[in-house]
């Protein structure tokens, strides 16, 4: 059973930087493919950042490209989502998830729809503070 659990949450001034932690109770983490999607009140799930088990290049929603950085250690099997900048509008919970998605088309065609994801985390709260 795959386990995964978010640490690294808290409340920042914009501007600011955070480095969340997702911790996998996983003996395949490293053939997971691995995201983070995040989700404000009201609103839809929105994708934020995927990392493929092919070590591929990572993939960024539009609004956090450029200022969030997401990479893995599969000898710990933990994957982290940096991020800098930040601004009111990326206060959320900030969830990550795991599955195999298939082969290196199917990633890139699918890793950023929640649909494609069977485990998930609890997630880790990000408030920013204008």
């Known amino acids: 059973q795959v386990r995964l659990v978010e640490s690294g949450g808290g409340l920042v001034q914009a501007g600011g930087s955070l480095t969340l932690s997702c911790a996998a109770s996983d003996d395949n983490f490293s053939r997971r493919d691995m995201a983070w999607f995040r989700q404000a009140p009201g609103k839809e799930r929105e994708f934020v950042s995927a990392i493929g088990r092919f070590a591929s290049v990572p993939k960024y929603g539009e609004a956090v490209m450029g200022r969030f950085t997401t990479f893995r250690d599969n000898t710990k099997t933990t994957m982290f989502l940096k991020m800098d900048s930040l601004k009111p509008e990326d206060t959320a919970l900030y969830i990550c998830?795991?599955?195999?998605?298939?082969?290196?088309?199917?990633?890139?065609?699918?890793?950023?729809?929640?649909?494609?994801?069977?485990?998930w985390g609890q997630g880790t709260q990000v408030t920013v503070s204008s």
């Open positions: 998830a795991s599955d195999r998605l298939g082969n290196a088309e199917r990633w890139h065609q699918y890793a950023s729809n929640p649909l494609s994801y069977e485990y």
